[in-house]
């Protein structure tokens, strides 16, 4: 499906944020591994939760699901026998589910997007569980991926985190589970940081404990542990939120947005105080942002890591901004799914817009005059690249076409719906090819 994006000058209107996808992954990976029933209230609904739902069923977790809650039956440290799991182009679910399939003697992960996930790399995780005694076949640190494991050994782990953050966050859902004590080192760098805080929240909000150095660099695990059945509840989203901000800040606009709570550990947050900065005005208190959008905006000087999810929702508002802004230690954007540098400049570009890339920023000359608009947009099969090029078709001279944009439905299903209800122009139609 397509959706067209026709200029709207104005936004008005109130919503609710959709639930974290993070927290959503998380919750669900940790109640699947207690012994015990745990209920997860208002858990995110889109194809990558849905994603982890269905593997963490087929390893042995029973779920029942009404309109507010979850309840899943765990199945502990033991993961049934399973041959096959499909994460769909979930890079967190499958990264979290390749460091628990090592529990089982055979698991192949098939690759059913191989043009978005199954370009992705793996080799820095494929690395560290191959430390622990895992086997693993792979088509170069891609997918299809299969894990022959059964008993990884604990011990000194060492894992790159210059690619991605996930590869640490499976290995400190794994490491609790084994018999001895393991001392996980990161090498290199640590991408998207912030985010290994939410991975340790979760834990230790299910009974886990781990030893973390203040840099995250470093980690000691005991071994031997259980999770416990907990209550969970998820809060809002501020990646998916951060791009109905973008086009708030860059409309005339009264929008609220309730359940964006202002002390979450998602770095993505910083979509407030980078809008703040940009002199977008706007309100957070009590969980509620108000943005009342003037349709001026400031360039900024941005580092993207610290809220890896929302830059590009943050470089669409800087396509309007005066003066040029610059997105930097972005080069992780390049590994997600599609090369969120390259091809979303690309796509920007072919809208109007004046964007240079160098191997780790995004550099944009705003035009506050607007961009022309008048194109076919290629989704990349993105959700974020759908949610940013909307906000720049809601301020272009001429309605955009994004392609594809049922790929939106990987975090946030009901995007154009909320759009919709702030007022936007935003319409599906039928593919002619
Ligand atoms: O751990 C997670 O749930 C995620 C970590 C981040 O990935 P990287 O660590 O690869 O940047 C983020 O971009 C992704 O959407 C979700
Ligand atoms: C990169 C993302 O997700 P993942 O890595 O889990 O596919 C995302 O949600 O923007």
Not at 103 to 117: A, D, G, H, I, M
Not at 183 to 200: P, Y
Not at 404 to 427: C, M
Request: with cysteine; proline share 4%; hydrophobic share 40%.
């Amino acid at each position: 499906m397509d959706v067209i994006v026709t200029p709207t000058p104005r936004l008005r209107g109130d919503i609710q944020a959709l639930s974290s996808k993070n927290y959503t992954t998380r919750y669900l990976l940790a109640a699947a591994l207690a012994d015990g029933t745990s209920t997860i209230y208002y858990p995110a609904h889109s194809e990558d939760s849905d994603a982890m739902r269905r593997c963490v069923r087929d390893l042995g977790a029973v779920l029942e699901e009404d309109g507010e809650k979850i309840v899943i039956t765990g199945f502990g440290g033991k993961p049934k026998d399973v041959r096959e799991l499909d994460v769909g182009n979930a890079g967190a679910v499958l990264r979290f589910l390749m460091a628990i399939a090592s529990l089982c003697p055979n698991v192949t992960f098939v690759n059913r997007y191989p043009e978005s996930l199954g370009k992705r790399p793996h080799d820095d995780l494929i690395d560290a569980l191959e430390q622990m005694g895992v086997e693993i076949d792979h088509n170069g640190g891609k997918l299809p991926i299969t894990i022959r494991g059964g008993k990884p050994r604990s011990g000194r782990i060492r894992v790159s985190g210059s690619v991605s953050s996930q590869y640490l966050s499976a290995l400190l859902f794994l490491t609790p589970l084994l018999e001895g004590d393991s001392e996980i080192e990161v090498v290199g760098d640590l991408k998207s940081k912030v985010v290994v805080g939410q991975t340790l929240e979760v834990l230790e909000q299910a009974g886990i404990v781990i030893e973390a150095s203040e840099d995250l660099m470093r980690y000691r695990v005991p071994g031997g542990q259980s999770y416990a059945a907990k209550t969970y509840t998820v809060q809002g989203d501020y990646p998916g939120s951060a791009a109905v901000l973008a086009a708030a800040a860059v409309t005339e606009s009264d929008v609220t947005i309730r359940g964006l709570v202002e002390n979450s550990k998602q770095g993505e947050r910083a979509i407030i105080d980078v809008l703040r900065m940009m002199e977008v005005p706007l309100t957070h208190h009590n969980a509620v942002v108000n943005v009342r959008g003037n349709g001026k905006l400031k360039a900024v000087e941005f580092d993207g890591d610290t809220a890896t999810d929302a830059v590009l929702a943050m470089v669409a508002a800087a396509v309007f901004a005066e003066g040029t802004s610059r997105f930097y230690n972005v080069e992780n954007l390049r590994y997600k799914e599609c090369d969120r540098i390259t091809d979303y400049l690309n796509e920007l570009r072919k809208a109007g817009a004046d964007v240079e890339e160098r191997q780790s920023e995004i550099i944009v000359h705003g035009k506050p005059e607007g961009v022309e608009g008048g194109v076919e947009i290629d989704a990349h099969y993105d959700h974020r690249v759908i949610m940013a090029l909307t906000v720049v078709g809601l301020r272009a001279r001429r309605p955009i076409v994004i392609r594809d944009a049922h790929h939106v439905a990987k975090s946030y299903p009901i995007y154009f719906d909320h759009l919709r209800a702030l007022g936007a122009q935003v319409e599906w139609v039928k593919v002619e090819s």
